[in-house]
């Protein structure tokens, strides 16, 4: 079975442009989740959504990043006027079950690493 | 101030011997840890995840976790040059959401 994919793998954009990161989840998975991911740094949450639904997006640095889940199967992250400070990768996980079941492992995909000139 | 504390290394070991990680935490109410193994370039992987005061054992790895004092390890024994890599803590409360450390690189030397 596939795991969580992640498009494009690399991203390379001059400040100022949008970008649009894809997540395949592993199917059937409820829960999914986007994490930044800076050089020498440990994953920090953006957002989770339970199916369609966008349950928390607290994490979201500005509103210049947007995330949808419109089917409740793949996920978009979009950041709009890239900032060089945006540079990093951006990870997306899911998770089979909703909320905190104690076997509820996030699988990670390999991420997208974006950098902005 | 950072939720989870890793210590800094990197952390250089010989082939064979133990290496001992350490990750402390700020959230009382914290009830799920998680030790990830990262490759160079790679993401996450759960090596393992531990929510009971005690130790926890899988294999060569060995998960601590004392909660009075807000701290939790991993040791790995008998390291082998392909647990090279940097290891992650992560600590999950009542939500849904990991909070990560910075990670620890670990480099076994053959």
């Known amino acids: 079975g596939a795991g969580v994919s992640q498009s494009p793998r690399y991203k390379v954009a001059k400040r100022g442009q949008d970008v649009a990161l894809r997540c395949d989840p592993i199917s059937g998975h409820v829960s999914l989740f986007w994490y930044q991911q800076a050089l020498g740094q440990g994953p920090e949450f953006l957002t989770y959504f339970q199916n369609e639904a966008q349950l928390d997006k607290s994490g979201l640095p500005s509103d210049r990043f947007f995330a949808e889940r419109p089917e409740g199967s793949v996920s978009t992250l979009k950041i709009q006027r890239t900032q060089q400070e945006d540079s990093a990768v951006y990870l997306c996980?899911?998770?089979?079950?909703?909320?905190?079941?104690?076997?509820?492992?996030?699988?990670f995909g390999p991420g997208t690493r974006l950098t902005v000139l | 101030q950072k939720e989870v504390e890793q210590n800094s290394g990197p952390l250089s070991v010989p082939e064979g011997a133990i290496a001992s990680l350490n990750c402390t935490y700020s959230d009382r109410g914290s009830q799920s840890f998680f030790w990830y193994r990262q490759y160079s370039g790679k993401s996450p992987e759960l090596i393992m995840f531990i929510y009971s005061n005690g130790d926890k054992e899988d294999g060569r790895f060995t998960a601590q976790l004392n909660k009075a004092s807000q701290y939790v390890s991993l040791l790995i024994r008998d390291s082998q040059p392909s647990d090279s890599a940097t290891y992650l803590c992560?600590?999950?409360?009542?939500?849904?959401?990991?909070?990560f450390g910075a990670g620890t690189t670990v480099t076994v030397r053959a």
């Open positions: 996980a899911s998770s089979l079950f909703p909320g905190t079941g104690s076997h509820n492992e996030q699988f």
């Open positions: 992560a600590v999950r409360g009542y939500d849904y959401k990991l909070s």
